[in-house]
């Protein structure tokens, strides 16, 4: 199995007691391009880690270490939207009971192989990317289009106009860059350029004074530079 171009965006923490399960889930992760935020062993740590950077998912071991086990912090995870994963091992009656009444984007069966992981976390990732597809809605040549966020390349300023460019065809909507840019998603949709405004989850590289979004270099100016080259980190 090789990196997937959307494992970039996959911000993981990983809550387990066993030291030697966690950090080969770690390695393996980090070997398939994925940003591995930390570990933990317990509730309080681990709570206060997820939230203070920001993870888009968590790999959780049912039993941890300390008053609170895994499936205390589900129950919180669910209460915050952050989706997770169990790492399930035999376990009591009671503790499976409890388990059923929450609502992981699925189960990892210990021991576990790479593959296995990799196939878990990259099912887990497309659930949520279906569950948070995001549209907008266009007016150009006179149709009304819906049209996905996710199909979006970038945005390119004409006077008062605006293009809309995805893979396949060119949008032309009688409103202003800034004005159709309020409209998307402003974690993704950031400025590489006064007159540009990218997918940042399209972006392949990096050159001195553009940025590749798939196979199109898009005019990246000094002021924004900064920002999109920390997008890559």
Known sequence: MTAHKDHKFIRIYIVEDEPLIAETAKMALEF?????????EDYDSALKHIQDKQA???LLDINL???????????????????????TSQTDPSTLARVKETNPLGFLVKPFTDSGLLSNIELAWHKIALEKEEYILIRSEGERIKLNQASILYLKAFDNYCYIITLDKEYLVPHTLKHT?????????????RSYVINSQKIKGIKSDSVV???????????YKKDIKDLLL
Not at 181 to 193: C, Q, V
């Open 65 to 87: 270490q300390g008053e609170k086990d895994g499936v205390d912090l589900a129950i919180t995870l669910e209460r915050l939207n952050i989706p997770y994963l169990f790492i």
């Open 181 to 193: 840019a309020e409209k998307l998603n402003a974690a993704i949709f950031k400025k590489s350029h």
């Open 56 to 58: 888009n998912m968590v």
């Open 32 to 40: 398939y391009g994925m940003k591995v935020l930390g570990i933990s």
């Open 213 to 223: 979004v798939e196979d199109i270099d898009v005019p990246l100016s000094s002021t």
